[in-house]
Structure formats: structure tokens, C-alpha cells
């Protein structure tokens, strides 16, 4: 295993990790192995095993370090993790022990749900897998045959296993489709075929390709949980891995801000420095506090993953709608702030180009940002019913939040489809909002009355709120980004309260970060110039990699 340091410093200082190889990589639409591999070397992949005490939080921070390098990279490398969740969440201990074995050894293991003409609609899959009997030939008791397609499968060509959603049931159904591991290596010649690469717009050098099997065999302990329960394993993984995405735009937009911050420093305009300007530092300071609330969003949910199991269905929804979506708009934002050099991809060209098309394909992984949203929106009512009775998980919600607090062991058994007791973090929101009103920092006060308003009237309109049959309305959407936001707050005023140091650090100082996150989240126009200028000011003199509420070297 690595840590933060280590990782930190193999980025820095191996010349497969610098951006004119990787750049180069990129132009000629090439997989980054030897970065791949030097990230196997380092340990990266035992972060990849969640039982039986894997830091799930821990695996987000350091795939946040890579992507932050770039993320072609991490796509590439912590496309494991996802192909592995599945047995996390539904195998047997001996399917874990074997699994962890062979990814710490560094074997690559992808994920194979979507196919060619189904993509997202799981339930219309074709993929096969029909249950053999020892009267068959070259059956074995209980072993499989699966036959179809699978495409747009990250490392579909490079990964040793694949998880493979499979139709065991003609029917089809909720209860039609399982999950199955299945090792190239232990197959007969002829019955897996990789397809040919796919050419992407972002993420060029990401092996993205399918695979087709013929009658592939695999025997009973391929199977991953019960017959039948392939689609609820599937969306228990996603919970995990809708958060684990979120590394990815975290480190993007930590680039981001690194790339305006030294162009804003180096280069004058009018006789004056770029960074000097009010209106770019506006630009930089809003983006800083989006960021910045985006990772206090992912920090809480990362943890949350040990601390409150039973209500992923609706956090990973969340988090996986906010935080890719509310970084694509800012990277928006400092491409508007970079100009022209930002899209160049040649000198003086910065890298940003890169890095803008890269992340676009972020918001789709695992479920696109209207995915997740409606999935949401399908919880309302009884998130709504929960909000009214103000009750939450106190002690969860604490060491989620408390950053330094040692975290339990993940629990799979504690997973649920839906939340019983809907959003603690969100149910918690009016008594957070009223003690940093009642107790600073300064300047918070307004901000916090600002919140309950927006609570109040996200209350009255969840509450009149009835999701119907054949689709949510478009209006139904903003109701959940009003939903999402009340969550970011809520993540915002939890790290402020549970963590003095994030109180006493520069970034802390008269309550700037909070103030400005809140302000950024209220969408406040008005006034809120100074507190976006003096977060430029951190910003500009501040290392990319500690300028973070979590996820910097130690």
C-alpha cells in the first residue's frame, strides 16, 4: 500500500507522469502503461480492496492525487476498484480473499454491464448466461455459458477479469439478470473476442472497447451473490462507485485551479498583472469556493460509506449529480478565464484543452447527472416525510464529518436501495444553519438565515411533490438540484463544525471558506466581491496541493 506522500512524490517526480509524455500519449490516442504499471509498483491497487478494513475514503483521496496528474491515468488505473465493488458488496469471503490476491498483484479487472444497443437500460440486457448440467458435454455441475455482447467497457482488452452483468433468466426482470467474474486465462481459445478500440473525444488514450463472448464457460463460483440478484448488487456497487467518481473531478478541478492560478500570475495585460484584475479575481475566488464545496461534498460522502451505509441510496445520488456537474461548470468558467491559450494544444497553450475534454465524460461514468437526479426525484416523498420529522444520525453524521476520526469497517449488510431513514445531512441542515448563526464565524449569520429560507422552501416543495408513472417532468429537476444544494450545505457547515484545524488555517481565518462556499451555493450576487477576492488571494499563494479542506499531502 502507498500514502499520500509517497504518491505525491512518485507523481512529481517520474517522467511517465509529466505533461509532455502524458500529452504525448494523449495526441497519439495511446494507453499510459508504464504510468499504469509505476502505480501498480507503488501500491496503489491494495487501496482497490475494500474488505475486510479498506479505507474507502482513503481510495478516493489518493485516486484524487492521480487524477489531479491526469485523468487518462486515473481513469485508467482505478477502473479496478469499480470492476471489483460488486464482489465487495455481494461475494463470498473465499471470491473476496482470491480477488484481493490478484488485485494487489496488480491485475486489472473491468466492469461489463452496458451493451451496444441498450447502454444505460440494464434490464434490456442480451448478454446470456445459461446454467449448465454434468450431462452436457464438457459441462461441469452448476457452471455457466455466457454468450453476447458487452461495449463501452473501460479496459475491456487489458483487464485479466471481468465482472459481467448476464440475462439467467429468458424472461428478463428484476430478478432476470446476474452477475458473474469471469478470468480470460481459465477460458478455451475462441470464446472471448476484444473488440476494437473505440475512439473517444475525452480521455484518448483509455482503453474503451467491448468484448463479445461465445459460449464462454465459467464455473458456479463465478457466480457473484445469489441467481437472480444482478441487478441489486448492481445498483448497491453503484452507490460505492458513483462516490468513488467523484476523485476524478477533484483532482480535475484541482489542476484546473492550478493552470488559471499560474497563467493569472504570469502573464500581464494593461501594464499590470492578469491576477490583479477585480474581474479575474472574481472568477478565480468563485471557482476556489466551488471547488472547495465540491470536495467537502465528497469528503462527507466518502465517509459516509463506513458511517452511514443505509443511506447511500440517496448520498450517492447526490454526490454523483453535484459534484461532476458543478465542476464541469467551472472548469467552464476558468476556460472563459484562460482565453484562447486555455484551448491551445501546443505552446503557449497551457493544458487546459487536455484536462476541459477529459473530465466531460466524468458526469456520464456510472450513471449520467439526469440518471442519478431521477433517482432521486424517485425517493422524494419519503426524504421529504424524514425532513419534517428533523431526525438524524447524529453519530454518524459526526465521524463522517470529523476528518481525523478513525473510521468503522465497511458493513455491506447496512446497504439498502432505499434510504428508511432518508438524509441525515439534510435533515440536520436547520440546526447547523441556526449555531452558525447563533455562533459565528462572523459574517455567517446572514448566510445562515439565507439557508433556512432556501430549506424552507425546498420543504413545501418536496412536500407537494408526487413522482409519476412514465417519466418525471422536466420542472421535477430543479427540485433535485435544490435538493443537492441543501446537501452541500449541509457538508460545508459539518466540516466547519467538526474540524477546528479547517477553523484555524489560513483558509479558515474569519470563516473565508465557509463564508465563501455558502455564499458561492446561495448563488448570492450581490456584496459578495470581498469574500471572493480574498479566497483568490489564498489561491494565488497557495500550492495546489494544500489548498484543500482533504485531500492534500500530509
Not at 213 to 240: E, F, M, N, W, Y
Request: aromatic residues 6%; charged residues 25%; contains cysteine.
Amino acid at each position: 500500500m502507498t500514502t499520500m506522500t509517497d504518491l505525491e512524490a512518485l507523481l512529481a517526480r517520474n517522467d511517465v507522469f509529466s505533461r509532455e509524455a502524458l500529452a504525448a500519449l494523449d495526441a497519439r490516442e495511446e494507453f499510459p502503461g508504464d504510468a499504469v504499471r509505476a502505480l501498480d509498483a507503488a501500491g496503489l491497487p491494495a487501496h482497490y480492496v475494500l474488505p475486510p478494513d479498506g479505507d474507502f475514503s482513503e481510495t478516493v483521496r489518493l485516486l484524487r492525487s492521480v487524477a489531479r496528474r491526469d485523468l487518462t491515468v486515473a481513469v485508467a488505473h482505478g477502473k479496478t476498484f469499480l470492476g471489483t465493488a460488486p464482489v465487495w458488496v455481494a461475494g463470498t469471503a473465499e471470491q473476496s480473499a482470491r480477488i484481493a490476491a490478484r488485485v494487489r498483484a496488480g491485475e486489472a479487472v473491468c466492469w461489463g454491464l452496458t451493451e451496444r444497443d441498450h447502454g444505460a437500460d440494464l434490464l434490456a440486457g442480451e448478454m446470456t448466461a445459461v446454467a449448465e448440467t454434468d450431462s452436457e458435454p464438457g459441462g461441469g455441475a452448476g457452471g455457466w455459458r455466457l454468450t453476447g455482447e458487452k461495449w463501452l467497457i473501460n479496459n475491456a482488452t487489458r483487464a485479466t477479469l471481468a465482472c459481467v452483468l448476464a440475462r439467467t433468466d429468458p424472461a428478463g426482470g428484476g430478478r432476470g439478470f446476474s452477475l458473474f467474474l469471469v478470468d480470460k486465462a481459465q477460458l478455451p481459445d475462441g470464446s472471448w473476442r476484444d473488440l476494437p478500440k473505440v475512439r473517444t473525444h475525452g480521455i484518448r488514450g483509455a482503453d474503451i472497447a467491448g468484448f463479445i463472448l461465445s459460449g464462454a464457460p465459467v464455473p458456479a463460483d463465478a457466480l457473484v451473490g445469489a441467481r437472480g440478484d444482478g441487478i441489486a448488487v448492481v445498483l448497491k456497487t453503484l452507490q460505492l462507485t458513483r462516490i468513488a467518481c467523484t476523485a476524478l473531478s477533484l483532482g480535475a478541478v484541482d489542476h484546473a485551479l492550478r493552470l488559471a492560478r499560474d497563467f493569472a500570475t504570469g502573464r500581464r495585460l494593461y501594464g499590470r498583472r492578469l491576477a490583479d484584475v477585480p474581474h479575474v479575481r472574481r472568477v478565480l475566488g468563485r471557482a476556489a469556493a466551488a471547488a472547495l464545496t465540491a470536495e467537502a461534498v465528497s469528503a462527507l460522502s466518502a465517509r459516509s460509506v463506513h458511517t452511514l451505509p443505509a443511506e447511500l441510496g440517496v448520498i450517492s445520488a447526490i454526490t454523483k449529480a453535484y459534484v461532476p456537474t458543478r465542476t464541469q461548470d467551472t472548469l467552464g468558467s476558468l476556460g472563459e478565464l484562460l482565453g484562447l491559450r486555455g484551448f491551445l494544444t501546443s505552446p503557449p497553450g497551457v493544458g487546459f484543452a487536455k484536462l476541459e475534454r477529459d473530465h466531460r465524460v466524468c458526469a456520464i461514468f456510472d450513471g449520467s447527472t439526469v440518471v442519478n437526479r431521477a433517482a432521486l426525484l424517485n425517493q422524494l416523498p419519503r426524504l421529504a416525510r424524514q425532513l419534517n420529522r428533523r431526525t438524524a444520525d447524529t453519530e454518524g453524521l459526526r465521524a463522517a464529518a470529523d476528518l481525523t476520526a478513525p473510521l468503522p469497517p465497511f458493513d455491506r449488510d447496512r446497504l439498502s436501495l432505499l434510504s428508511a431513514k432518508g438524509c441525515s445531512a439534510v435533515q440536520a441542515l436547520p440546526d447547523l444553519a441556526r449555531r452558525i448563526r447563533e455562533e459565528g464565524p462572523p459574517g455567517a449569520g446572514p448566510l445562515a438565515d439565507r439557508l433556512l429560507a432556501e430549506l424552507a422552501v425546498l420543504e413545501k416543495e418536496s412536500a407537494d411533490f408526487v413522482p409519476v408513472a412514465g417519466g418525471l417532468p422536466s420542472t421535477a429537476f430543479a427540485l433535485a438540484e435544490r435538493f443537492e444544494r441543501a446537501y452541500a450545505a449541509a457538508a460545508v457547515l459539518l466540516l466547519w463544525r467538526e474540524n477546528p484545524s479547517l477553523r484555524t488555517s489560513r483558509l479558515g481565518t474569519d470563516g473565508l471558506w465557509l463564508r465563501a462556499c455558502l455564499t458561492a451555493l446561495l448563488e448570492e450576487d450581490a456584496g459578495d466581491n470581498d469574500v471572493f477576492d480574498a479566497l483568490a488571494t489564498v489561491v494565488l499563494d497557495t500550492p495546489d496541493t494544500q489548498f484543500t479542506l482533504w485531500g492534500g499531502t500530509a
